[in-house]
């Protein structure tokens, strides 16, 4: 009697524990358009949605940005300055930053990753050997050498729709800036201090991603973004039952939804659950695909004439 009954509880167990296995048959409701999901040590992805959609994707360029900046290996203490013609090439795109004042190349690129500043973005570039035209030919040969096949950079800081890449390339990204301590480093810093001179003053930044403040959340890598043509967008490399996990989210409905969509990601992967997202997103996502068809079309027919 007592044999059987073990047994069964260990039947049951078994059943629980595979229920809980994530399902490619059964693959999470996410309010996102493109997904991609990738771990450290298998080359196929975990979740691809609509992965191949070549599409803007904002700021997010900016890891990219933070890979050739340290590619460069200049000195990251040496002071930038942010000059008038640096605001004028993000369109005087607003930044609380004061023209000709400087900061370190560090702290620079610190306040680009984890608050997303584009000032602080190009005057990177417009610092780098050979100014900002040779910085944008580095992303282009950087994500080249990844494999991006289907990306395509136009500036640092990911303000022209004309930066584009997919879910799956952007995976790759991801997971390669995840090998460089300084990025894992500035992009998750929650709080921070930027100190300017020329004239003195300060500046407090906060991180974009609330996730960095929850323990929950071991991030190693993140990055939001957002255009009208992009939709909001989130990017971070994070643990998922001890496997580092690159989560790549575009165009999602809503402020939040890219972090409710990362909640639902991580939820299927520990317990299999699909979750579920409002009708809102649903419409959402569908008039967004109509409209990607669209403009396929169009490209499709101005180049057959």
Known sequence: MRSALI??????????????????????????????????????????????????????????????????????????????????????????IRIDSRLRRKDALRIALMSSENFASMSLATNYPGGSQAFIQAMNDKADSLGMTQTRFADPSGLSPENVSTAKDLAKMALAAAKYPKLREFSTTGQFTANFKGPRYRLGYGNTNPLVHRSSWPIDITKTGYLDAAGRCLVMVTEVKGEKVAMVLLNSYGKRTPIGDAGRIKRWMTTGETGKISQNARNYQKKQLALYKEKLASQLASNES
Not at 43 to 71: C, E, F, G, R, W
């Open 7 to 96: 047994l069964t509880i260990l039947f049951f167990s078994a059943c629980i524990q595979a229920g809980s296995q994530p399902s490619p048959e059964k693959p999470p409701k996410l309010a996102s358009v493109s997904v991609a999901v990738a771990t450290e040590n298998d080359s196929d992805p975990v979740l691809l949605k609509n992965a191949d959609m070549v599409v803007p994707i904002a700021s997010v360029t900016k890891i990219m940005t933070a890979m050739i900046i340290l590619d460069a290996e200049q000195d990251l203490n040496e002071y930038i300055t942010f000059t008038k013609a640096d605001k004028q090439a993000i369109n005087n795109y607003y930044s609380r």
